[in-house]
Structures are given as structure tokens and as C-alpha cells.
């Protein structure tokens, strides 16, 4: 039998993604403790009443130093995310941060050289991973050979311009593709493990994003080429009609072996439904739409009171792993760091025209 323990968890920032990890977190049997931080000290507040923590606080350090605290998520905003995640490494402390690990590669370094120096555990929540059966048991047919060798893939994104310009009010640097695109450079990147991208060729198209007041693409076009010769096609266009019905993820993703294929289809068209009243938006508070796929909604879907889905598989995951020691497929820091090269590649290929060859250049 695993050895098992009780655990207190800090949730840092109290947003949407983090008040979902704080009641997940609650609801975890070996949780018995758990601090929230937000900047804003009355959305920690907030939180805290909401999922009912122990404690609150607008300093990130105050939580994360409680002695009740054996481990750290950091849900803040994408741009925020190094200080609490170093002091948390600091006092030895596990974390799980959101997706990407930082919105720059020395940013990323940082973090890496201080969990390895310290031998602190650091995983980054590209919780596609976990969004249900369907890329596990992608992963687990290619280890089993069944596809023979991966030669190619695709996959693309669509998602509405609300969900756009809500990401780029809340920091212009976190594009679609740095901040959406990247989950499905990490699951390529993962699938295809023990390859890396050497090269990218990129095109995007400015339209509505622009006409609001953000230099940014509404579509941008992707070719990878790997180690081993995958060559793979990644698209994201974040500036779909408003009203949109996904609330969240629109995706195809198709993996091509010498043997085999794999085809995933998660645009939801097949769970399709149509209210006069209007269905809430998981991510904007102040977006209806009549049109809706039902199951779409990015973080996963409220449903009889739980939440079901990616952010709470993941949680779990995480939480289970750092009770009994079992394994999880949490991305790793390094791996974290070849993705965030890789969405930094595909936006520099787009932005001058030119082919990309990685590794970047520091």
C-alpha cells in the first residue's frame, strides 16, 4: 500500500481557474486544510467563503508560508505567475501553476533552476491531458505500438473573440497562441515523446482582435517539423462570432502512425442544444448564448452541483499523486519550457514571415 497523508493547499489567485482548483481542492478527502491569496484581497475573501478555506489573505506569501501548507497552486494571471511560484520552491513546497509556466524563456528558467537546485516538484496545468479518456488512450495506444511510428498530426482550436479579447484585456502578451494553442503543442509535444520541434513555418491574418486595439491574429497556420521528421499542422483562430455556441475549446486533432490513425473530435456538434433562456458562460459572467455544445466548456462542465471535466480530472490527479506517490501525467517543467519555445517559435514565424529553427536564440 502507498503511504498516504493528510495535506493543507494554498490556491494562489482567486479567479475563475483558481476557485475551481480551491473547491476541488476542499472536496479532496486527504485536503484538510486550505489558505487562499488574491492581490484584490476581496476576491480572496470571497473565495474563501464561497468553498469555505481556513484562511485568506491578499498576500500570495502569507498563504503560501502557512505552516498548515504542504503544497502550492498558483492560478494567477499568466504574467504573474514566477514570484509565487519561486517563493513556493523557496519553502520546499510542491506546486501545480497554470499553463504557461511564464510568458517568457527566462522566466521559465528561473523556475526550472530553482525546483531542480531545491528539489522542489513543479507541475504546469495543461489540463487537455486530462479533458477526458480521449488523448490518455491516445498516448497509451502509441506507447503500445499500435500506430506504428508517428509520422504526422494535426490538430486546430476555434474558439469565440469574446473568450479572445477577455484573455488580452487581461494581458495583451498571453495571445491565442501562447495562451490556447499552447495545449495542443503540449499534447503533440508529449505524444510524441522523444522528439522535439526543430523547425516552424507560420502565417496568421489580422482582422477583429486588431480593430479592438491589439496587434494580434483573429487565425494563425502552423507546420512543425520534429526530430525524427513528424511533421505536424497547428491552427488556432480565437475571433469566431460572439455568439459562437462553443463555450469553450472547438477541436479536431488527428494523429497519423505507419500503421494506424487516430481521429478525435471534440468540436461537440453532436450535443447541440437551443434555450430561449440562454445558457452562462463558464469563463465570461456576462455571456449568453441561446446555441450551445453541451460538454464544451474548457475547464470541463457543471453538472448536478460538480464540477466534470479537465481542471477537475487534473486537480485530482495532482492531489492523488501527492497523497499516495501514484504516478501523473502532469506536464513537467522542461517539458513546459520546449512548449512555450515552441508557441513563442510559431509566433515569431508569423510575425516576420520567416522559417524558425529551434532552439531560439537566447
Known amino acids: 500500500m502507498a503511504q498516504r497523508r493528510q495535506l493543507g493547499i494554498a490556491v494562489v489567485g482567486s479567479g475563475r481557474i483558481g476557485s475551481l482548483r480551491a473547491r476541488q481542492a476542499m472536496e479532496h478527502p486527504a485536503v484538510n486544510f486550505v489558505a487562499v491569496s488574491d492581490l484584490d484581497g476581496g476576491n480572496a475573501q470571497k473565495l474563501s467563503g464561497k468553498v469555505g478555506a481556513q484562511f485568506h489573505s491578499a498576500s500570495n506569501l502569507e498563504v503560501i508560508s502557512r505552516p498548515e501548507v504542504d503544497a502550492v497552486i498558483v492560478s494567477t494571471s499568466e504574467g504573474e505567475h514566477l514570484e509565487p511560484v519561486l517563493q513556493a520552491i523557496d519553502l520546499g513546497k510542491p506546486v501545480l501553476v497554470e499553463k504557461p509556466i511564464a510568458l517568457s524563456l527566462a522566466?521559465?528558467?528561473?523556475?526550472?533552476?530553482?525546483?531542480?537546485?531545491?528539489?522542489?516538484?513543479?507541475?504546469?496545468?495543461?489540463?487537455?491531458?486530462y479533458k477526458d479518456l480521449r488523448y490518455?488512450?491516445?498516448?497509451e495506444q502509441i506507447l503500445q505500438g499500435r500506430l506504428g511510428t508517428v509520422i504526422g498530426a494535426a490538430a486546430r482550436v476555434y474558439n469565440n473573440r469574446s473568450n479572445g479579447l477577455a484573455i488580452l484585456r487581461r494581458n495583451p502578451q498571453a495571445t491565442p497562441v501562447v495562451d490556447a494553442l499552447t495545449y495542443y503543442v503540449d499534447l503533440m509535444n508529449w505524444l510524441l515523446e522523444g522528439a522535439t520541434p526543430v523547425e516552424i513555418y507560420a502565417r496568421g491574418q489580422k482582422g477583429v482582435l486588431k480593430q479592438a486595439g491589439y496587434?494580434?491574429?483573429?487565425?494563425?497556420?502552423?507546420?512543425?517539423?520534429?526530430?525524427?521528421?513528424?511533421?505536424?499542422?497547428?491552427?488556432?483562430?480565437?475571433?469566431?462570432?460572439?455568439?459562437y455556441p462553443a463555450l469553450g475549446h472547438a477541436t479536431r486533432f488527428e494523429i497519423l502512425g505507419t500503421e494506424g490513425v487516430i481521429l478525435l473530435d471534440g468540436d461537440h456538434t453532436d450535443q447541440l442544444m437551443y434555450t430561449e433562456k440562454g445558457i452562462p458562460h463558464v469563463y465570461l459572467p456576462d455571456h449568453n448564448v441561446n446555441m450551445v455544445f453541451l460538454s464544451s466548456g474548457t475547464p470541463g462542465d457543471w453538472a448536478l452541483g460538480e464540477l466534470w471535466g479537465a481542471i477537475a480530472n487534473e486537480t485530482r490527479a495532482w492531489l492523488d499523486h501527492l497523497v499516495t506517490g501514484k504516478k501523473c501525467v502532469l506536464t513537467t517543467p522542461r517539458e513546459a519550457r520546449l512548449t512555450l519555445e515552441t508557441t513563442l517559435g510559431i509566433q515569431l514565424a508569423a510575425e516576420t514571415g520567416k522559417i524558425v529553427r529551434l532552439p531560439l536564440s537566447s
Open 136 to 139: 490518455l488512450l491516445a498516448k
Open 215 to 243: 496587434e494580434v491574429d483573429d487565425v494563425n497556420w502552423a507546420i512543425i517539423t520534429y526530430s525524427n521528421g513528424a511533421v505536424v499542422n497547428l491552427g488556432v483562430s480565437y475571433a469566431l462570432p460572439e455568439k
Open 107 to 129: 522566466d521559465a528558467d528561473r523556475i526550472i533552476a530553482a525546483a531542480e537546485k531545491k528539489g522542489v516538484e513543479v507541475r504546469v496545468g495543461y489540463s487537455r491531458r
